[in-house]
């Protein structure tokens, strides 16, 4: 399975963003997918994840409230919707997908990942 995540850009402070995570190839189903991010000079970090029927989802205290992450099975595709960003948020976000319906938090839960989208938000 192959995952391309889009959507980053540069926002200013207190905008918006969402990314999107695409699923293609050899698909297997369920799957749970998670999104994390890295900034320069950090390790890689959990942001949120969703199981495979998708009332199952998790947030990194940092994003609670302010992100929300959803998915459309029919589509193959994961969301994650960025609101009240602040600059703290700037970093490359992945998308990654494991071969569960129910997900984890953990980098090493995860097999696929897609190649990171950047999000940089100005102050």
């Known amino acids: 399975v192959q995952l391309q995540a889009s959507g980053g850009g540069l926002v200013q402070a207190g905008g918006s963003l969402r990314l999107s995570c695409a699923a293609s190839?050899?698909?297997?189903?369920?799957?749970?997918t998670g999104w994390f991010r890295q900034a320069p000079g950090k390790e890689r970090e959990f942001v949120a994840a969703?199981?495979?029927?998708?009332?199952?989802?998790y947030y990194a205290d940092p994003v609670k409230g302010r992100f929300t992450i959803s998915r459309e099975n029919a589509k193959n595709t994961v969301y994650l919707q960025m609101n009240s960003l602040k600059p703290e948020d700037t970093a490359v976000y992945y998308c990654?997908?494991?071969?569960?319906?129910?997900?984890?938090?953990?980098?090493?839960?995860?097999?696929?990942w897609g190649q990171g989208t950047l999000v940089t938000v100005s102050s």
């Open positions: 990654a997908a494991r071969p569960s319906r129910w997900y984890r938090t953990e980098v090493f839960a995860y097999a696929y």
């Open positions: 190839g050899r698909t297997f189903e369920p799957y749970s």
């Open positions: 969703i199981g495979w029927s998708g009332d199952g989802t």
